[in-house]
């Protein structure tokens, strides 16, 4: 007499206890295992694509090629097996099965079938044939995906204007990417939805934000030719950046017509939010992935540092033609000296040889390390694009730690993360980067220490009106630090000219490559920027 039973498959390897079969003295003394716990265990294997796993559950040995067939053909991701209630009698039984397979940039089909299953040698096994992988499978027969994509979403900028056409100028098809015919690779990658030939997004947003972009396609699921199934598409979401035409705009005319390589980025200290990046020169892309030195526009970051430990703008320092610090000399730009005079005048004319040994006495490695991973350093940043992360090894000696307080040594930072710190300390606080406003972060915002904000805008505004940027032409209201950086080996080293700010909710940061004196060169480039913003 048959009974029926029901076996559930969770999390794809749970083993459940079930009942011996009720078919006689026979089957309990003579039949090793029930045809409950064979199935369960073909399911299990199933759902975990192990086709050498479901091979032993058979009854004729055979090669199951069909599972990694209908796994290839339909790029499925994980599958589910739910097992119903067993039907058994006269050797033989049956289970019926739910298979629910997600397949990537698909999703999830569902299907009916049933596992036969029959005794050979006392043991309980699968009596497999086609019709177990699905009902309407025959011997041969593939699966395969048919697809109908939707149009490709849009690429804007911050006012709703594309900026995917391949009409926006240089700079902004740098971060945009560009759509190409994806290789075999990409659909290995990707998906089988997709096919070789199909247009991809490759480089900047187009790659990052493929999936978004492309949505998802209307998707017929065919078994040797014939439709099994249409899964329905979805539209592909349009991506809003945070780009600002008109600072996008200011900041090309500030470049254009730089002679040396020149870059800039500018952000929202409110928000973190990147308005415009700009390279005047093709190719890499500096202004998101360069590694500079920062040079004195890192002198910003180490007066965070001194004033949280307790230093006023108002101190009395002195800035000597000399200094060492643990056996390094330290000079001033131009060999300049100024005697004794506040740190607020110290800052503005930048001087080395204040900045360092007050930063042996003040601060030491610790504290320094700390003041540069407030504003981004040694953050990783998750802007929708490639950027890289702004380095600041802890310092390892004396004369070490002296040559970090004005940005040299081992320090590296790109336009885009001298202007995040430009922008923490316009607003206090240090907020991630972003191109794209609706990714949400993985890196946490950090306030500045109290009172370090106001001691600081006194600072660089000093620079502005009477320190190293003072002849810039800069407009009345804007903040600053300059920076010469100097690179390579030898007597007489090269430098890049910097320079970091804000005026209002606009901050900034320029380096022109090889440029020479921050103050001379890349600060006329950040007054033109300003000017015609």
Same mark, same amino acid.
């Given at each position: ?44 294997? #199933? ?56 397949? %990537? ?18 043991? #309980?096994?699968?009596? #497999? ?33 594309? @900026? ?102 500018? @952000? ?52 000597? %033609? ?107 606080? #240090? ?103």
């Amino acid at each position: 007499m048959a009974r029926g039973r029901t076996i559930a498959i969770v999390s794809g390897v749970t083993v459940l206890a079930v009942g011996a079969a009720a078919g006689g003295a026979y089957y309990v003394l003579h039949t090793r295992g029930t045809p409950a716990e064979t199935a369960q265990r073909f399911a299990v294997a #199933w759902q975990a694509g192990d086709s050498g796993a479901m091979t032993k559950e058979l009854a004729k040995p055979q090669q199951l090629t069909a599972y990694d067939q209908q796994r290839t053909a339909l790029a499925v991701e994980s599958a589910t097996i739910e097992l119903g209630k067993v039907t058994e009698g006269d050797g033989r039984a049956q289970v019926p099965y739910t298979a629910t397979l997600t397949m %990537k940039n698909v999703g999830k089909w569902s299907y009916q079938g049933q596992i036969d299953l029959m005794v050979a040698d006392r043991t #309980w096994k699968v009596d #497999w044939k086609p019709a177990t992988l699905h009902p309407s499978m025959t011997q041969g027969a593939t699966f395969a995906l048919k697809t109908r994509w939707p149009d490709r979403a849009e690429i804007t900028d911050a006012e709703g204007d594309r @900026i995917d056409t391949g009409t926006v100028g240089g700079s902004v098809q740098q971060l945009v990417g560009y759509l190409s015919k994806a290789t075999k690779k990409d659909v290995t990658r990707l998906g089988a939805s997709y096919k070789v030939g199909q247009a991809v997004g490759y480089a900047g947003l187009q790659a990052t934000f493929q999936k978004r972009l492309a949505g998802t396609p209307a998707t017929e699921i065919q078994l040797g030719g014939k439709k099994l199934q249409t899964i329905e598409g979805t539209d592909g979401e349009a991506l809003q950046t945070s780009l600002d035409p008109r600072a996008q705009a200011a900041a090309v005319t500030a470049v254009k017509n730089m002679k040396k390589p020149t870059s800039l980025v500018a @952000i929202k200290p409110s928000t973190g939010e990147i308005l415009a990046v700009v390279n005047n020169v093709g190719g890499f892309n500096r202004a998101l992935d360069g590694r500079y030195p920062p040079g004195s526009t890192f002198k910003a970051v180490t007066a965070i540092g001194l004033l949280a430990a307790g230093m006023s703008p108002k101190d009395m320092v002195t800035c000597p %033609k000399y200094a060492t610090v643990g056996g390094l000399k330290i000079r001033n730009s131009d060999k300049a000296e100024y005697g004794s005079l506040s740190l607020r005048d110290s800052f503005a004319h930048s001087c080395n040889t204040t900045i360092a040994p007050l930063t042996k006495e003040h601060l030491g490695a610790d504290k320094l390390l700390d003041a540069a991973e407030d504003v981004g350093f040694n953050q990783q940043l998750t802007i929708g694009v490639p950027a890289a992360k702004a380095s600041f090894p802890k310092a390892t000696s004396d004369a070490e730690l002296a040559a970090e307080s004005f940005g040299q040594a081992r320090i590296t930072a790109s336009p885009l993360s001298m202007a995040s710190v430009a922008a923490a300390i316009a607003d206090g606080t #240090w907020r991630p980067p972003t191109l794209v406003p609706s990714v949400k972060q993985k890196t946490a915002d950090r306030e500045l220490p109290e009172g370090v904000k106001s001691g600081l805008h006194d600072m660089m505004s000093a620079v502005v009106t009477k320190g190293t940027a003072k002849a810039a032409g800069l407009p009345s209201g804007t903040y600053g630090k300059t920076g010469t950086a100097e690179y390579g080996t030898g007597e007489k080293l090269e430098s890049h000219a910097w320079f970091m700010g804000w005026k209002g909710d606009v901050a900034f940061a320029v380096v022109v490559e090889g440029g020479g004196g921050g103050g001379k060169v890349a600060a006329p480039v950040a007054a033109t920027f300003l000017k015609s913003y």
